[in-house]
């Protein structure tokens, strides 16, 4: 029996992997039907459909930047377990208020009034539901996991989160946006049930004082965390990558419907393309690696991923000119001479970001004191919510600059450049400090 075989059959690991998966599956699903449903039946230029997709982006990771340093207190000083079944309650409520959003958009009742700030403010609350969940899931894995057993439950995980991605986006592009609604509250109430069967994960240190001032104890946090030379590089080296994936998305439905004539079930599919790229990506990287942490193979990933963001810039561009024409479903969009190229490119991208950036989720929480993983899975965030509300409002900008959705892709071919370098400075200091032990 694999090891990741044996994890999924354990309390130990199942409830939280189960409970993950239904968190990553309701976002996915609500944040991509609010979104497809406003591009696609509110708006009607492609500078206001990329500007709502920026906003959108921008709200979700919001919370990251300014509350992950409390997140990471509680969950290093309080029961993770406990703090899984408060979170995975207030989504129910947050899911009622997005719902209720959904509706009266498909209702066409008052939808840029009270409807579109309703679905924005459910998703703004939905990225704190994530902030305060984030550093559990990885905080709680070498708590509950064995030391042999941390990669293939971070595997699991990542692969899981991606699978459930998946579905999420591929129910958003097909469902009607009503039955939506009800798909995010009846999830949220299966992802309260399952959280309340997560084993109990006291603190591993004394209770101390929270820091309740979110500008001083980000600081201080990001501070004491990144004197860790390893980790200092593996979170601006996960920054970078997620950077590249923020503008990526904030671009896939403009893009299908604006340049490639598709309709939303097309776009959907790409984000389903990117999902399952990832999911792989994950597992073959714990396969290459065999269990151990390493950011061996990190540099010349992400550096086949920025090829592939190339590629991908190029069939966009390459695409025929199909104004006045009706958009196409997925059938139409498949048989068209480009389509499976560009499907592939888009593969390839997530494949090799998958491989790229699962060890470096593994290293924050194996080379610090297992007291710390929350912590420093909480300094993660912090920066890497920085990086990408850059890159959000960046990608905004750039859309209010009138520059066109084809070239902005090559702004993350860029950032996979710098992403290498941080990467293979990454393996230098693991090779380092492997020679000094």
Not at 122 to 149: C, N, W
Not at 157 to 178: H, M, N, R, S
Not at 320 to 349: N, R, S, T, W, Y
Request: aromatic share 8%; hydrophobic share 55%.
């Amino acid at each position: 029996m694999t090891t990741s075989t044996h994890l999924v059959r354990t309390r130990r690991f199942l409830p939280l992997f189960v409970t993950q998966l239904l968190g990553a599956f309701n976002d996915n699903l609500y944040k991509n039907a609010m979104i497809l449903y406003v591009v696609y039946n509110v708006y009607s230029s492609e500078a206001a459909e990329a500007r709502f997709s920026a906003i959108a982006s921008g709200l979700f990771i919001l919370p990251f930047f300014l509350l992950s340093a409390l997140a990471g207190q509680l969950a290093d000083m309080r029961d993770k377990a406990r703090i899984i079944r408060v979170v995975k309650g207030c989504e129910i409520a947050i899911m009622v208020v997005g719902g209720a959003g959904l509706v009266m958009a498909w209702l066409d009742l008052e939808v840029e009034a009270v409807a579109i700030p309703l679905m924005l403010a459910a998703l703004l609350a939905m990225g704190v539901h994530s902030t305060f969940f984030g550093p559990i899931k990885y905080a709680i894995l070498p708590q509950h996991l064995r030391d042999g057993e941390v990669l293939a439950g971070t595997g699991l995980v990542e692969a899981g989160t991606y699978i459930a991605i998946l579905a999420g986006t591929i129910l958003a592009g097909w469902i009607p946006v009503e039955a939506a609604a009800v798909g995010v509250v009846l999830t949220a109430l299966l992802g309260y049930l399952s959280g309340r069967q997560v084993p109990p994960a006291p603190p591993l240190v004394e209770a101390q004082k929270i820091d309740h001032n979110v500008f001083t104890a980000s600081w201080r946090l990001i501070r004491n965390t990144m004197r860790h030379r390893q980790v200092f590089m593996a979170i601006v080296a996960i920054s970078f990558f997620w950077t590249v994936g923020t503008v990526l998305f904030i671009q896939f439905p403009p893009l299908a419907k604006n340049v490639l004539h598709a309709s939303k079930e097309v776009a959907s599919l790409f984000l389903v393309m990117f999902s399952v790229g990832i999911a792989i990506g994950s597992v073959s990287i714990n396969a290459l690696l065999k269990g151990t942490v390493s950011a061996r193979y990190s540099p010349a990933s992400v550096i086949v991923m920025g090829l592939f963001v190339v590629a991908f810039h190029l069939v966009c561009a390459s695409w025929p000119d199909m104004d006045g024409k009706p958009l196409m479903d997925v059938a139409l969009f498949v048989a068209q001479p480009l389509a499976i190229p560009l499907l592939l490119c888009l593969l390839g991208i997530a494949v090799a970001g998958g491989m790229f950036v699962v060890p470096l989720y593994a290293f924050l929480t194996t080379v610090v004191d297992k007291s710390e993983t929350a912590r420093t899975i909480a300094a993660n965030n912090i920066v890497n919510s920085g990086a990408m509300v850059a890159g959000a409002l960046l990608a905004g900008a750039l859309s209010a600059l009138a520059v066109p959705l084809v070239d902005q892709l090559l702004l993350g071919a860029a950032m996979c450049v710098v992403s290498a370098w941080l990467g293979w400075l990454l393996y230098r200091a693991e090779k380092a400090a492997r020679a000094i032990s």
